[in-house]
């Protein structure tokens, strides 16, 4: 309605007041028009901005998450020594023995020879060119005769006069007759990258450690020195 009131009355004016007020009203009506669409226009450019800028701050989020996660994985992984993989833990449980419930084979063998023919990596003195006296056992489990408990060696060295008696078991047997031995080694120590137990005193050297898959009791009768126990297990290595 309001539309036709306006041209009703700018057809009543003359031709020059009919142009002006015609060129007035389309102005108006364009401007009427334009301003939605610019209004809409702005709404959408702020909206893209914000979602544009969400988007880079999820983006550098994802980012620094990555870097935090995948850059230590990448320092272990450089790392000669890493291993992704645990060593498998042992749970074999122990076994314990006295010397009643073993019987001495009659394997007539001393350590060294005794590790060659049997393909073990066992430690030994070398002593055996010229020992002043040899003895060694091997006692079995009497109600397995093939279960071999332990190694027993009684060596003299010819040269020094040194008499040493070791014991050789498993990581897993406990002989009570070596319980003594394991009791009187207080002091720590290490040769070759191998953790021992020892002591000395006036009647006796002794050393208890591991070595591979066996343990070792040594005994070594009135040392000269305190220290001798050591430089003998030393030489076994």
């Known amino acids: 309605m309001k539309e036709i009131d306006?041209?009703?009355?700018?057809?009543?004016?003359?031709?020059?007041?009919?142009?002006?007020?015609?060129?007035?009203?389309q102005q108006k009506t364009a401007d009427i028009s334009v301003v939605p669409a610019r209004t809409v226009h702005k709404q959408q450019t702020v909206n893209r901005k914000r979602f544009f800028k969400f988007a880079s701050i999820a983006v550098a989020f994802l980012l620094v998450l990555g870097l935090a996660i995948g850059l230590p994985i990448t320092l272990k992984k450089?790392?000669?020594?890493?291993?992704?993989?645990?060593?498998?833990?042992?749970?074999?449980?122990?076994?314990?023995?006295?010397?009643s419930d073993c019987v001495i084979s009659d394997m007539k063998m001393n350590v060294k020879e005794y590790a060659e023919s049997q393909s073990k990596e066992l430690l030994f003195l070398d002593w055996y060119e010229n020992a002043g006296f040899l003895e060694t056992g091997y006692y079995v489990n009497k109600q397995d005769y093939n279960d071999l408990v332990y190694i027993k060696e009684n060596i003299q060295n010819g040269d020094t006069g040194d008499m040493v008696t070791m014991y050789i078991t498993d990581t897993h047997t406990q002989l009570e007759v070596l319980q003594t031995i394991s009791t009187f080694c207080s002091k720590d120590s290490n040769i070759n990258d191998t953790a021992i137990k020892w002591n000395a005193d006036r009647q006796k050297g002794a050393a208890v450690f591991k070595y591979k898959d066996h343990k070792y009791y040594l005994e070594l009768q009135y040392p000269f020195n305190e220290t001798d126990i050591l430089d003998i297990v030393e030489s076994m290595f």
């Open 78 to 99: 450089g790392n000669s020594n890493y291993n992704p993989v645990k060593d498998p833990v042992d749970t074999t449980p122990d076994r314990y023995f006295n010397t």
């Open 6 to 25: 306006v041209h009703r009355l700018i057809e009543e004016q003359d031709k020059e007041e009919k142009d002006a007020l015609f060129e007035m009203v």
